[in-house]
């Protein structure tokens, strides 16, 4: 039969398991509300310091003849079988929206309760208010900032410039980045999956998070990547924090459902993913990205931003705080970047905004343009000095922004009337394309990597200045 018995597929006993974890584990029968309502009640009012698990035991397709304890009761239970699952439920013929007198009485009740409970709390709060206007209007505050997103030029004068000499990764510069946004807005929170010494996402001085701390700004999951992306969910439907969770950037697909929760529903949760191409090296082609990147931007509303350097990074958070409707993911490197001097900060900083923008300008005639992210853009940017002055670099930290601006902006970005255009990132390829049209080529990596120092990868696959200059050679021979 197809219609498989739990023996077959659910051999462990759930209550035994979770005693042996140390949870308290009531078992009632699911049908029955009564107690179900009992079990939640004494789960709420349990005392000792145990987590509290209801096993509700139910029968799927309950009273539906031909369809009840069967795989069919997944969708095949219809408007077919509505009269006889009726009579079997007790409802009355001819109902078919049944609502019992005593369910009525009941709900009626509740709501007289809790209307008279929301008054009593509306009345402490407006006495809060006016006792505690500064923390009133902290709060407030904060909820907006939530609702509304940062504006982007009180987030740039949080985050004060980096020096020109600055050498980093941009996890480093995404450090601190995020201190001075978290020294400025007290509703900022970060987590992180084991790796706050890795991902550099520590809020110095915020104090860790626990139930005998529980104004800490720092929350330590563990390796608990869904976990720690699904209660991020949790906190920004709250709609006062804003938070972040971090891991390694291969790591993400462990936390792929709940990012696609929080695009679907609109949350402002920040993804910090470091280690972001095959510079991790010696890790090796499981910790080496190529294709998570890509993977990532295709999911809708969700922006992915690849910064270049330290103030490309500090505009990447201003992104990401500006964000209200939807989540942002931080794609930063564990190798050290240049600081691209020769680009003004504000330009840096304002183009990841608009998530494209012209890192080099052509001294002469438009001959070419290259697109770059991330650590690639210095590659971008030397094989451009080689090529000459009628070469164009382009920055595009975030596919996602620069597709939202006006035709016009994109257009005096990427000019239409030169199609001479070259890609280069540290990964597949495939979504470049949009960009270069049938007469560019695209610089990057369609194949796993392999273990060797980062440099070394870079180079043995492709990511030089050498290979970016020889296909830019290569687009002005067509």
Known sequence: TLDAPAERTQLADPRAVYEALGWEVRQIDGHDLKAVAEAVEAAKAAKNGKPQLIVAKTVIGKGIPGIEGTTKGHGEGGARLLEEAHANWGIPAGERYYVSEDVRAYFNDLKARREAAFSAWNAMYREWRQSFPELAAELDAGMDACARGVDPSVSDKD??????????????????????????????????????????????????FSAENPEGRNFWFGIREHAMASICNGIAYDGLFRVSAATFCVFVDYMRAAIRVAALSGLPVTYILTHDSVAVGEDGPTHQPVETVSGLRVIPNLDVIR??????????????????????????????VATLNDIPVETRRQGVLKGGYVARREQDKLEAVILASGSELELALKAAERLGNGIRVVSMPSFFRFDAQPAE???????????????????????????????????????????????????ELGMNVDNVVNAVQNVLAR
């Open 307 to 336: 910064p270049a350097d330290p103030e490309e990074t500090a505009g990447a958070w201003m992104a990401a705080l500006q964000r209200a409707d939807g989540p942002t993911a931080l794609i930063l490197t564990r190798q050290k």
């Open 159 to 208: 985050i004060p410039a980096f020096s020109p000499d600055y050498s980093d990764a941009t996890r480093s510069s995404g450090s601190v980045a995020i201190n001075a946004i978290a020294k400025a807005d007290p509703w900022f929170l970060t987590t992180s999956a084991d790796l706050y010494s890795s991902n550099k996402n520590y809020l110095n001085g915020g104090g860790d």
């Open 409 to 459: 902006y994109r257009e005096s970005v990427l000019p239409p009337s030169c199609m001479k255009r070259v890609s280069v990132e540290a990964g597949v390829t495939g979504l470049w394309w949009k960009y270069l049209g049938c007469q560019g080529e695209a610089v990057g990596i369609n194949r796993f990597g392999f273990s060797a120092p980062g440099n070394q990868v870079l180079d």
